[in-house]
């Protein structure tokens, strides 16, 4: 696997062959990955890769070439395309030069029992039998897969910015199967060393078992607990309105709402890549510097996230979290930190007292991006609550809900936890639409 020295090195070694205004970006990556059907592996893969990307500047003049390649020859031809794209392609109407020295956060992403050597394929098979034994033990059917990758992303432009970040992460996500429920568990962490595939798998055949013989639900308004995986989901939908573009050009739901209040004093909402539970790249795909941004503080609305150009023509700073290249879709959120609250999920269901308990969403997508509103359906757990306790299982549903809506009605949160890269509490929020039951 690929150093940090040896990644920067290859990007010198690529500026050597151009002259002008060049940033170059080598990315070396391996994934391992050990999949499981019925409660047995199926298969296991391994996969190393290395990209180099190059992008050429002369004024309005742009050009972008990738190679997979660090063969000499391949060198020279990725560097001869992309000063043929500068001929080809259109002029950039707002030109920007690559970025040049700054400073950078901090973080800690790599973890040597992670790594690709010393998480081989035989700690991932013992992890997949850990993470199958509850099921084995109830008979129930898992499936699922254990993954570790390694990862090291290195920059440098002609005009003097150098960063490299170097990474781990693995994953243990299981889906538990019975006759006629199912329970899902998943969990993400840089060091292995915090996860533990047993009880992974145990709290998905507990769910799976907790959901059987459900009853049909009923189309409605409803009081509500969500769990972490489906909390961020939402977030995962309501962070893409804090791109500064996407508000300039009227197309998202914060467009006309900058400095409102958008939902309820207790919604804290941030970009950190130094939490402790992401540890994300420093710099964007741009070369710029990232830091931390306040989205919502109190629930107002104060911050955007700009890339250079939606920044210049704002008059802010910019801060980061953008595509690169030509920019054509502003900056995006990709380090999500809603802050929680000490409550417990015995103390969220006694404040939701009546309603429903939805541990997560799937085949979400908006109905309106302009007025924060999505549709999703159910999955891997809904129960009624009773007198503020968890009561009979119910069947699946779709659900159409006002994102703005719900994180206004947010009566408690709990204590978060890391769930597809987004760090979110569980909530217990005074409204949620049930739209159409399912048969399941």
């Known amino acids: 696997m690929m150093r940090n020295d040896e990644a920067l090195a290859l990007c010198e070694e690529v500026l050597a062959l151009t002259s002008g205004d060049a940033e170059v970006t080598c990315t070396s990556d391996t994934e391992a990955l050990l999949r499981i059907a019925n409660n047995e592996p199926i298969q296991h893969s391994e996969h190393l890769a290395l990209h180099l990307k190059l992008r050429l500047r002369d004024g309005a003049r742009y050009g972008e070439a990738e190679v997979d390649s660090t063969d000499p020859t391949a060198l020279e031809g990725l560097v001869a395309r992309a000063a043929q794209q500068m001929q080809w392609l259109?002029?950039?109407?707002?030109?920007?030069?690559?970025?040049?020295?700054?400073?950078?956060?901090?973080?800690?992403?790599?973890?040597?029992?992670?790594?690709?050597?010393?998480?081989?394929?035989?700690?991932?098979?013992?992890a997949g039998e850990a993470l199958v034994a509850a099921s084995v033990a109830a008979g129930y059917a898992a499936a699922g897969v254990v993954t570790n990758s390694e990862a090291v992303v290195a920059k440098a432009t002609s005009n003097g910015f150098r960063g490299a970040y170097r990474a781990t992460e693995a994953r243990y996500d299981v889906t538990v199967q019975t006759a006629d429920s199912t329970g899902w568990r998943a969990r993400w962490a840089r060091s292995r060393s915090v996860l533990d595939a047993a009880a992974v798998g145990a709290e998905a055949a507990a769910t799976a078992a907790a959901t059987r013989q459900p009853q049909r639900i009923e189309p409605g308004d409803y009081r509500v607990v969500l769990a972490p995986a489906a909390v961020a989901v939402a977030l995962g939908f309501l962070s893409g309105g804090f791109n500064a573009k996407a508000v300039e050009e009227g197309r998202c739901w914060l467009a006309g709402k900058v400095g409102q209040q958008v939902a309820g004093d207790n919604i804290h909402l941030r970009q950190d890549i130094c939490h402790p539970g992401l540890q994300g790249i420093p710099f964007d795909d741009d070369g710029y510097a990232l830091r931390r941004v306040e989205l919502l503080q109190g629930g107002v609305a104060n911050h955007l996230l700009y890339d250079r150009r939606t920044a210049a023509r704002a008059g802010q700073e910019a801060t980061g979290y953008a595509a690169g290249g030509l920019g054509s879709f502003g900056a995006g959120p990709s380090a999500l930190v809603l802050e929680g609250g000490q409550a417990s999920p015995d103390d969220l269901l006694a404040a939701c007292g009546d309603g429903l308990y939805i541990a997560r969403l799937w085949y979400a997508n908006w109905v309106d991006p302009t007025a924060c509103s999505i549709t999703a359906m159910t999955r891997d757990g809904v129960w009624r609550i009773r007198d503020g306790k968890l009561a009979e299982p119910l069947t699946n549903a779709r659900i159409v809900q006002n994102l703005l809506e719900l994180f206004s009605g947010v009566e408690a949160l709990g204590v978060p936890e890391v769930s597809a890269g987004i760090v979110a509490p569980a909530i217990c929020a005074r409204s949620f639409g049930i739209n159409t039951a399912t048969s399941f």
């Open 90 to 126: 259109p002029p950039d109407q707002e030109p920007v030069a690559s970025v040049g020295p700054q400073g950078l956060l901090a973080v800690e992403a790599w973890h040597r029992d992670t790594s690709a050597a010393e998480f081989g394929a035989a700690e991932r098979a013992a």
